[in-house]
């Protein structure tokens, strides 16, 4: 299985961009996904997941800007962020989860190369 990350550059503080997430197996929809992020010397955090049936979770700091979403028919998920911050700087991973449990990084058995973003103020 292989996790294709795409979408990520430069934005300004206020402005938007989507990130996607293509993966290569069939069985796509049969797994919680999640995006990650990790800033410059600070560790890889939970941004937003999204679950078989579309559940979703958030982190406090994304709630109301960032939008997770998935198309089964294109084995793919996304990330909608709006209102960026410069704080929202980072690399972008998406990873796919064993089980629905967002906040346990430990269920994430694979991972996307990351997609880097950045938001100038």
């Known amino acids: 299985v292989q996790l294709q990350a795409s979408g990520g550059g430069l934005a300004q503080a206020g402005g938007s961009l989507r990130l996607s997430c293509v993966s290569s197996?069939?069985?796509?929809?049969?797994?919680?996904m999640g995006w990650f992020r990790q800033a410059p010397g600070k560790e890889r955090g939970l941004v937003a997941a999204i679950g078989r049936n579309g559940g979703t979770y958030y982190r406090d700091s994304v709630k109301g800007r960032f939008t997770i979403s998935r198309d089964t028919a294109k084995n793919t998920v996304y990330l909608q962020m709006s209102s960026l911050r410069p704080e929202d700087t980072a690399v972008y991973y998406c990873?796919?989860?064993?089980?629905?449990?967002?906040?346990?990084?430990?269920?994430?058995?694979?991972w996307g190369q990351g997609t880097q973003v950045t938001v100038s103020s």
């Open positions: 990873a796919r989860s064993r089980n629905w449990d967002p906040s346990k990084e430990g269920l994430y058995d694979v």
């Open positions: 197996a069939r069985t796509f929809s049969s797994y919680p």
